[in-house]
């Protein structure tokens, strides 16, 4: 598969303000997976992971064994959960600066 690497310097930032910007570290209090968040709104989490925090993830490793495999959109309840901590703790903070 060929993948397109940015060159220019805008398109990098916008990359860069896309999928890194404004992340908080978060770590799931089962497994220890550590991950980017940031929410947007209430309704709204980003979540980037690792290829080490995939592969700590107790709840994707049991849904990947299920038939079919884990379903790309399936959310791992034990993380979301460390994620709604952070944010009552205001470790993770909610809302949109200029747009990211």
Same mark, same amino acid.
């Given at each position: 598969? *060929?993948?397109? @690497?940015? !060159? !220019?310097? /805008?398109? =990098?930032?916008?990359? =860069?303000?896309?999928?890194? $910007? =404004?992340?908080?570290? @978060? ?5 220890? $997976?550590?991950?980017?968040? %940031? %929410? !947007? ?9 690792? *290829?080490?925090? @995939?592969?700590?993830? @107790? ?5 990947? /064994?299920?038939?079919?495999?884990? %379903? ?5 309840? =034990? ?6 901590? $952070?944010?009552?703790?205001?470790? *993770?903070?909610?809302? $949109?600066? /200029?747009?990211?």
């Amino acid at each position: 598969m *060929v993948y397109i @690497v940015p !060159n !220019n310097p /805008d398109t =990098r930032e916008d990359q =860069r303000l896309y999928t890194r $910007a =404004r992340l908080v570290d @978060v770590m799931c209090g089962e497994c220890h $997976a550590r991950v980017g968040v %940031k %929410k !947007n709104s209430e309704h709204h989490t980003s979540i980037q992971w690792s *290829v080490e925090a @995939v592969s700590r993830c @107790v709840e994707f490793d049991r849904l990947d /064994d299920e038939p079919g495999g884990r %379903k790309i959109y399936a959310a791992c309840p =034990r993380l979301v959960t460390s994620i709604e901590s $952070a944010v009552l703790e205001g470790a *993770v903070q909610i809302g $949109a600066e /200029d747009g990211y």
